[in-house]
């Protein structure tokens, strides 16, 4: 079973944000704890399915984490947006959990990192499934859904 590819949005010079979600890069995202974790950086999407299945934050400099590793990935579906202001708001992390997820270093993502993401954020992943991206963990209709135009 091959592994779907991966690409971030600004690649994809034929693929933009569906017409109906907002484009969410530059938002601030935001932990349980309400502190600014980071901001969003760029949309990882799935092109054959044409689907953001992560978000690519840059951590806040307040964390004084190495230029190397100041970028995470969050799983579409461990986010939700702010209903009025350009918030991400992921209730699985705040400033202290934040420190001890796994970076996020190049565009090649492995099983075993988006497995170790799944468990730093206390979920399950479900390894042998083929559909792996069907899981709550990616699903963007739950992350778009409270700014959806109607």
Do not use: C
């Amino acid at each position: 079973m091959e592994t779907p590819v991966l690409r971030r949005l600004r690649d994809l010079t034929d693929f933009e944000v569906a017409d109906d979600n907002p484009d969410v890069r530059g938002w601030t995202v935001r932990g349980s704890d309400g502190q600014a974790l980071g901001t969003v950086y760029e949309l990882i999407v799935e092109p054959e399915a044409m689907k953001v299945r992560y978000l690519d934050v840059e951590l806040d400099a307040s964390f004084h984490i190495n230029e190397h590793e100041n970028h995470i990935l969050l799983p579409i579906g461990a986010a939700s947006l702010d209903e009025d202001g350009d918030n991400v708001f992921v209730p699985a992390l705040n400033a202290e959990t934040v420190l001890s997820y796994p970076p996020y270093v190049e565009i090649q993502i492995t099983r075993e990192y988006e497995e170790a993401m799944l468990r730093a954020l206390g979920k399950e992943a479900a390894p042998a499934n083929p559909r792996f991206y069907e899981q709550d963990s990616f699903d963007a209709d739950s992350f778009y859904s409270r700014r959806r135009a109607s």
